[in-house]
């Protein structure tokens, strides 16, 4: 009779691996992944926007009625599935309608307006995966609810500029339009349908127009951009009322010293925009060159079941932002993981380095030691991986003496200190560093 081995048995297993189109991160770019978080969402805080956690799948319902049915986002590329109750539900493919949901059912729209908030995660879309566009994708996003102000969305163009700056992208504009509001859609609507007729369409091209031709100018065939060109624009045909909003957002951005360009032919890809719209595009993304964008959603909170308020907001994309700076060659995160790493030479040092190692971590300081018994080479490789300030090491003559190395290891210097005092010598140190 044969047997098979442990290791037989492991080759009859295939390797795992993460589902199509999603990445990980993981060390050293997931420090670079959680700077950008971290530097868009403290923008973000310092303009007065509140934190608001939102749940990772929502009933389809909202989706379908918030972003459009005739997008491609709810009719091809989201994540729909029936949970154990028979209930649709699907894994969020963008943030709005979700806050919005929230706002309602939490009646945060009958507080101090505008409300202002801001999410932060992952979003899920079934697209074709390429680089910079992912079937899970991270994103930071705002939302400025309840007050329709020109004032209201240059701040929160504004913002997305300066979240971006923040980490030091200087390679991207930032596109500009109007898409008018609910008095000059119709018209519009019916002059773009009526040049599409004319045009010699597919049979889906020809649908679309019918359904939401707005979407038709999104179409980025060669061939259809050729033969879009002589298409009515919406700037064209603004109301008084939505050309002077237009015109009072350009006029605070340009006092804010925030650089556009006005793009008429902009459509973004969700049905709930309305008047002031924007995108940051970067060229050195190459297909997916936008970065980030959103605009003015006014009738979607009644849409949803709720009061007729306005509201604006953005999503920027992080794994796109990473994508551009790499692309300028830009690096955020220190890469740092402890301030502090100790280094134990023998099992009675081990048991006080250990104590001191818990001591440093309860006083705020970061820190790690060397295990499994490795020697003073090899640990102290591993304080300049882990990216220490200051090492630790401690042997039999220093714990006789009472005492414990402390090397500085940008300086290249070392000086004992008293182990009763070195956390507290430790935390002065950090803090005149800064």
Do not use: W
């Amino acid at each position: 009779m044969t047997t098979s081995s442990s290791s037989d048995k492991h080759q009859n297993f295939r390797s795992l691996s993460a589902p199509k189109g999603i990445p990980d991160y993981f060390p050293p770019q997931s420090a670079e992944l959680k700077a950008v978080k971290d530097a868009f969402t403290t923008a973000a805080h310092n303009a007065g926007y509140e934190h608001i956690e939102l749940p990772i799948f929502e009933e389809t319902a909202l989706f379908a009625r918030g972003v459009g049915e005739s997008t491609d986002v709810v009719s091809k590329e989201m994540y729909t599935f029936e949970d154990r109750g028979g209930r649709s539900v699907t894994l969020r493919p963008e943030g709005t309608a979700g806050v919005m949901r929230a706002c309602i059912q939490h009646h945060l729209d009958r507080g101090q307006l505008p409300a202002k908030l801001v999410y932060n995660g992952p979003f899920f879309r079934y697209e074709r995966p390429q680089a910079g566009r992912y079937r899970q994708l991270q994103q930071v996003g705002v939302e400025a609810i309840g007050v329709d102000d020109p004032a209201l969305d240059a701040e929160v163009i504004a913002l997305a500029d300066r979240c971006f700056r923040s980490i030091g992208l200087t390679g991207f504009r930032l596109e500009l339009t109007s898409l008018g509001d609910s008095s000059d859609r119709p018209q519009y609507r019916a002059k773009l349908q009526e040049f599409l007729r004319g045009l010699p369409l597919d049979e889906d091209t020809q649908r679309r127009a019918e359904l939401n031709p707005l979407r038709v100018l999104d179409d980025k065939r060669p061939e259809m951009q050729e033969m879009l060109a002589e298409a009515p624009l919406m700037l064209d045909h603004l109301s008084d009322a939505s050309r002077a909003h237009f015109e009072a957002v350009t006029g605070h951005l340009q006092d804010m010293g925030v650089e556009y360009t006005i793009n008429p032919r902009m459509v973004r890809g969700l049905d709930y925009y309305t008047k002031t719209c924007f995108e940051f595009v970067h060229d050195g993304l190459g297909a997916q060159s936008g970065i980030g964008g959103g605009g003015r959603y006014d009738g979607l909170m009644a849409q949803l079941g709720g009061q007729d308020l306005s509201g604006i907001g953005f999503g920027l994309g992080v794994d796109r932002a990473l994508l551009a700076l790499e692309a300028e060659g830009v690096t955020v995160g220190t890469g740092r993981r402890v301030d502090v790493y100790g280094v134990a030479l023998g099992e009675d040092a081990k048991q006080t380095m250990v104590r001191l190692v818990n001591e440093l971590r309860s006083a705020g300081i970061g820190a790690d030691m060397s295990y499994g018994g490795r020697g003073l080479k090899g640990a102290m490789k591993s304080a300049n991986r882990a990216g220490a300030l200051y090492a630790l090491v401690l042997g039999e003559q220093e714990l006789e003496s009472g005492q414990v190395a402390v090397k500085d290891l940008s300086a290249a210097s070392q000086e004992e200190v008293s182990i009763g005092s070195v956390v507290t010598e430790l935390q002065r140190r950090l803090d005149e560093r800064g």
